[in-house]
């Protein structure tokens, strides 16, 4: 179907509305914000669902199973009201982004002809230029290459909600690694980097509009090396350091990890930059090096254990998460076995686990040693119950301890606040809502396998709260 043309926007033009419907990783979370601001000079602002939006934007992701069939299964929803809003003389751009975007391209208008625009998401930055041709033109509208132009280099500044305490700042996409299993060099292409004053600008204007933390992100976020400021290569421990100096920013983080990539700055920069939080989520994957090798991850378990021992001794109170696969093909008791030592060993705060699932196109999908259902389900059952052991243990040794936490939020009962530790646990307790966005110690009380309950020590005056 044709749209009708572009309207104009004006004082008079009435506002667009945008609703981005985001499914992944926070790297997607980060995406979906940078389209809306792509979006805001062009008169779209948030809708409340997509039933009141002008444009809506299905923001994929295609790391696990099915995900091509879910997105088709949510386009059939979001037909329905796109023809809802047509038989009122409403008009819908619907868009579908992302890595199944990235991944199906064509095939994705071919079965869904009523989507207006597919782009990856490496295009995003030319979004205004696509609706402009989807409102002229009679087809769909296609952007899955990857351009040769960084599209940071087109984005607008961060629109980031005002007063947001915490904020995503992507530095790096893209991997090289080629792991067996994972779908992302081919959907998100090849590791680049943001030039390190492109990254602080952006930083400090996040601080400026209020945030007091700020995530690093990147699907290999380790592996950045960007153009630094004085023109040399910086790699992700020089830029935490120069984050670290912007005044009234206290806690950066950052995420995803690659273990080969832990430079030694980077280890260091973990003992010495107290604005590093103590907290990192470093992929593994499998205990076996066996299946390691046949995961193409090009690190043994011991090495693993090596770098979590250096780390620990820049910084003994690291809090570790991890994701784990189980059933990659060619995995036995025997390697599983290994996994489950490996867990025992390190021992982790928390973590992500899941079956493995074969992604078409990737070198694993057509290996041999296929591991049946049954038997992943039985060993990720085994796997998550120790890690929401060691969850669990992590969490109640906290019990008696003074911990800051950052406070972000109010909390489900009045007068209650809620906040993060700085190991990432999720706190609550009762206290004015003046802390908000302040660093402050609480004494933990109670702790369950998700969250820590706590009691504010004492009330900051108005003086210890002013900004330093
Ligand atoms: N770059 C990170 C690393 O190397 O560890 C991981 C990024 S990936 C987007 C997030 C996680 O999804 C992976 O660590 C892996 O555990 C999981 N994953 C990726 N492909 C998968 C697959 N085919 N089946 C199951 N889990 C998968
Ligand atoms: Fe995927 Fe991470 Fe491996 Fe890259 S390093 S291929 S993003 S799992």
Redesign the pocket.
């Known amino acids: 179907m044709k749209l009708p043309a572009e309207p104009r926007l004006s004082p008079v033009t009435p506002r667009r509305r945008l609703h981005v419907i985001t499914w992944g990783?926070q790297m997607n979370v980060y995406d979906s914000g940078r389209m809306a601001d792509v979006l805001a000079p062009l008169g779209y602002t948030a809708a409340d669902g997509p039933a009141d939006a002008d444009m809506v934007i299905l923001n994929t992701c295609h790391?696990?199973?099915k995900a091509a069939e879910k997105v088709f299964s949510e386009l059939g929803r979001l037909r329905l009201i796109k023809e809802e809003r047509a038989a009122a003389g409403k008009s819908t751009i619907l868009a579908v982004a992302g890595c199944v975007a990235q991944a199906e391209g064509a095939e994705i208008t071919a079965r869904a002809p009523y989507v207006d625009i597919v782009l990856g998401p490496q295009t995003y930055h030319r979004l205004p230029e696509m609706v402009a041709r989807a409102h002229r033109a009679a087809g769909p509208v296609i952007e899955t290459d990857f351009p040769v132009e960084q599209k940071f280099d087109f984005l607008p500044e961060q629109q980031a909600a005002p007063g947001a305490l915490t904020a995503f700042l992507t530095v790096q996409e893209g991997?090289d690694?080629f792991?067996s299993?994972?779908?992302?060099p081919y959907t998100r292409g090849a590791e680049a980097s943001r030039p390190a004053a492109s990254v602080l600008a952006e930083a400090r204007r996040l601080v400026a509009n209020g945030a007091r933390e700020l995530t690093l992100l990147g699907?290999?976020v380790n592996a950045y090396h960007g153009e630094g400021t004085d023109g040399r290569d910086w790699g992700l421990a020089r830029l935490i350091r120069a984050l670290a100096e912007i005044p009234g920013l206290v806690r950066l983080r950052y995420t995803?990890?690659?273990p080969r990539d832990m430079e030694d700055d980077l280890i260091a920069a973990h003992g010495d930059v107290p604005a590093l939080m103590p907290f990192l989520h470093l992929?593994v994957?499998s205990g076996s090096d066996r299946i390691l090798a046949a995961m193409n991850r090009k690190h043994t378990a011991d090495d693993y254990r090596r770098l979590i021992d250096r780390l620990r001794a820049h910084r003994p109170d690291l809090a570790l998460s991890s994701?784990?696969?189980i059933g990659h093909p060619g995995e036995t008791a025997v390697d599983f076995a290994a996994t489950m030592r490996l867990i025992e060993d390190i021992g982790f705060a928390q973590a992500?686990s899941?079956?493995?699932?074969?992604?078409p196109g990737?070198p694993?999908a057509g290996a041999p040693g296929v591991v049946p259902e049954g038997e992943k389900d039985n060993r990720l059952a085994e796997l998550q119950a120790l890690l929401r052991d060691q969850q669990t243990a992590f969490n109640a040794e906290c019990t008696g301890r003074v911990i800051d936490v950052l406070v972000t939020h109010a909390g489900r009962r009045p007068g209650q606040l809620g906040g993060r530790s700085p190991y990432l646990q999720a706190i609550h307790f009762d206290g004015p809502m003046t802390l908000l966005g302040e660093v402050v110690p609480v004494k933990i009380t109670h702790t369950s396998t998700n969250s820590l309950s706590a009691a504010l020590i004492f009330t900051p005056s108005k003086q210890e709260l002013a900004p330093a």
Do not use: G, L, M, W
């Open positions: 990783c790391i696990r199973e991997c690694k792991c299993f994972c779908v992302v699907q290999n995803t990890s690659h992929p994957q994701d784990f696969i992500y899941f079956k493995y699932s074969a992604r990737t694993a």
